[in-house]
């Protein structure tokens, strides 16, 4: 610990490192401003990238930085998994490809954490981490050196456990949620049935009981070990019994707990760009968190208690003997004459034309409607998909102007004077269920009124129920028909129909 | 004394981010979402400093480096993709009227049902 925190030159200086985090953090809150409409929002991104260069550089800059080979390894391996992923990841695939990012994030927290408590352990009563000092006065500077034998404060200790704890729960809950979205592991839900609760609760506990341990001075790595693997499979525990209708939520959750447990990196390091940063993820992830359940007319905590999957699967079973035989089904040449007589066409996009990567099938299917004077929207459910905005982001890429896409306020009054609605994979968003059967699990859930419109085609693999495990009753509906089929080939397969009429 | 000021302004500064967190992002309009949650992702990638903090310390094992590797380059990981992945996304946002005029024939023929 030679370096004192004088500085030996003005670059590395407290002062001069800390005005840069300042920026960094300044261009963080610019770019998300940027971020809030489509016009800006590229450039806000970018702001926000050259915001995260500032703040890397301004850490290299500290004098107490070393080991540039570790540095370098490091930072290659990461660029060099990360960017052939995002370069090449399809759109379709993007949720995932959140949580996975999401997940690293997290892990990085957990391992920040653990090299934190082991540095604690053997060098015990030191101060670690001075970047950013004192703040910076002078007075304050003098007195940090002498800081820096009386330990590491309480709350430092609290703030990396809590870290640890929270990173571990994250990586390996976004770890199972891309697995889910994957199909590696199965999107139903898996859980320990009615004890669920109290295997997370009790994980929980003993998360808690080892962190506090650590906290008030129990040296043992293996105790932290401990904590990481108990906050593992809590994270786990947490995921598994969720169904994929609600994946959204918890991928929006987990991007929330990383900010969280990396504005404590932060404030255990006493480092400002990492708090503000974190802190603004842990916000804004809230934020969404809160407004997918909301739209889903689920609760947080019972989402996280893991309750829609027992209790979606058995009312799934039961509707499914209720209805069993009253489906009709269609076929492409019918579907294309049906369209091409129609006024008024409202497309409903789903999850199914996402993994079929139908969006273009659908482009072409619109402009060859739109050649006959159909007049064509698309009505977009705000957790269509696996995440809000899913919808938007595949039309946008197969060039569907804006001013076609209602969201679900705005498109419902349509219905009612609509012709002719195509649902191409989507299905609890459309349910009347959620209307008028105050047994189902997703009763009060704002749905898209399809049913209202006066004839529905749905594009569908098969049968099977969807990821919530609830039967849909629009299928039964005598108004609608079922085009069974592969969402993309289905869709040409109209499409080529229609060109021949 | 100190400590306690550096942890009292670390906490202001936690709790006015949290603040400018919510009123910057209450803003974004659906459309967004997806972008917002993967560039929010890419931002909290900002624990690589974390990293590259610990790993200029002194008296490091060979575990706490080889942890501190791999946290660097999960980093690095979180950083890099989520930036590039948010730009390829919103770049299809933006690319929506320039495009427009080379494509415009057919794309125009139905338009105007707003």
Redesign the interface.
């Known amino acids: 610990m030679s370096n004192l925190p004088i500085a030996t030159s003005f670059l590395q200086s407290e002062s001069f490192i800390y005005v840069l985090y300042i920026i960094a953090f300044a261009l963080f809150i610019q770019g998300l401003r940027g971020l809030a409409g489509p016009t800006t929002a590229v450039r806000g991104n970018r702001i926000a990238a050259v915001g995260m260069a500032i703040a890397v550089v301004a850490t290299l800059l500290n004098p107490g930085e070393g080991n540039w080979g570790l540095i370098v390894l490091g930072v290659a391996l990461g660029a060099a998994v990360g960017i052939p992923a995002a370069r090449n990841v399809k759109m379709t695939a993007m949720p995932q490809m959140v949580a996975l990012f999401n997940g690293v994030g997290g892990g990085a927290v957990a391992l920040i954490a653990w090299v934190e408590f082991r540095h604690y352990g053997s060098t015990y009563g030191t101060r670690t981490v001075h970047i950013g000092g004192e703040l910076g006065h002078g007075v304050v500077l003098q007195t940090g050196a002498t800081v820096q034998i009386a330990g590491v404060p309480a709350y430092v200790a609290i703030f990396s456990v809590f870290a640890a704890i929270v990173g571990s729960v994250s990586f390996w809950g976004s770890n199972i949620a891309f697995g889910k979205l994957q199909e590696i592991i199965p999107g139903r839900p898996i859980s320990f049935g009615s004890a669920q609760q109290i295997v997370n609760l009790v994980l929980l506990i003993l998360a808690l009981a080892a962190g506090i341990d650590l906290v008030a001075g129990a040296h043992s790595e293996v105790l932290f070990i401990g904590m990481l693997i108990v906050a593992a499979l809590l994270g786990n525990a947490v995921v598994l019994p969720i169904g994929g209708a609600d994946m959204p939520v918890v991928i929006s959750m987990l991007n929330a707990f990383t900010g969280l447990s990396a504005a404590a990196t932060g404030m255990a390091l006493n480092n400002p760009a990492l708090i503000v940063a974190g802190m603004i993820v842990g916000a804004s992830g809230s934020i969404l968190t809160n407004l997918m359940a909301t739209a889903m007319n689920r609760s947080i905590p019972s989402i996280i208690a893991g309750g829609f999957g027992g209790s979606g699967a058995v009312a799934g079973a039961e509707g499914a003997g209720e209805h069993a035989g009253t489906v009709r089904s269609t076929s492409a040449a019918d579907a294309a004459i049906q369209l091409a007589y129609a006024n008024r066409v409202v497309i409903v996009p789903g999850y199914g034309m996402a993994v079929a990567q139908a969006q273009h099938a659908v482009r072409e299917l619109t402009k060859e409607l739109e050649k006959r004077q159909v007049e064509v929207s698309y009505a977009i459910h705000p957790v269509a998909g696996r995440m809000p905005g899913h919808m938007n982001v595949l039309l946008a890429e197969a060039d569907v102007p804006y001013d076609q896409l209602r969201e679900m306020d705005d498109a419902n009054p349509e219905f009612q004077r609509t012709d002719v609605s195509l649902v191409i994979g989507a299905n609890d968003v459309t349910n009347p269920a959620a209307k008028n059967t105050p047994s189902s699990p997703i009763y009060g859930m704002p749905i898209l009124e399809v049913a209202d419109s006066h004839s529905v085609i749905v594009i569908k693999r098969s049968m099977n129920p969807g990821f919530a495990g609830i039967e849909n009753e629009l299928y039964f509906d005598p108004k609608t028909a079922m085009l069974f089929g592969d969402a993309k080939s289905a869709v040409s397969e109209i499409t080529a129909e229609l060109a021949q009429i | 004394m100190?400590?306690a000021?550096?942890?009292t302004?670390?906490?202001a500064?936690?709790v006015l981010?949290?603040?400018?967190?919510?009123v910057?992002?209450?803003?974004?309009?659906?459309?967004?979402?997806?972008?917002?949650?993967?560039?929010?992702?890419?931002?909290?990638?900002?624990?690589?400093?974390?990293?590259?903090?610990?790993?200029?310390?002194?008296?490091?094992?060979g575990?706490?480096?080889g942890?501190?590797?791999?946290?660097?380059?999960?980093?690095?990981?979180?950083?890099?993709?989520?930036?590039?992945?948010?730009?390829?996304?919103?770049?299809?946002?933006?690319a929506?009227p320039k495009?427009k005029p080379a494509?415009e024939d057919?794309?125009h023929?139905?338009?105007g049902?707003?």
């Open positions: 100190i400590i000021s550096t942890l302004t670390n906490l500064i936690l981010a949290g603040f400018i967190g919510f910057v992002i209450s803003k974004v309009p659906n459309t967004l979402h997806t972008p917002l949650m993967s560039g929010t992702n890419a931002i909290h990638g900002i624990v690589l400093l974390g990293g590259l903090l610990l790993v200029g310390l002194p008296g490091l094992d575990v706490s480096k942890l501190l590797v791999i946290a660097i380059a999960f980093g690095t990981i979180n950083i890099v993709g989520g930036f590039l992945v948010t730009d390829r996304m919103l770049e299809m946002f933006k929506k495009p494509a057919e794309a023929d139905g338009e049902d707003s």
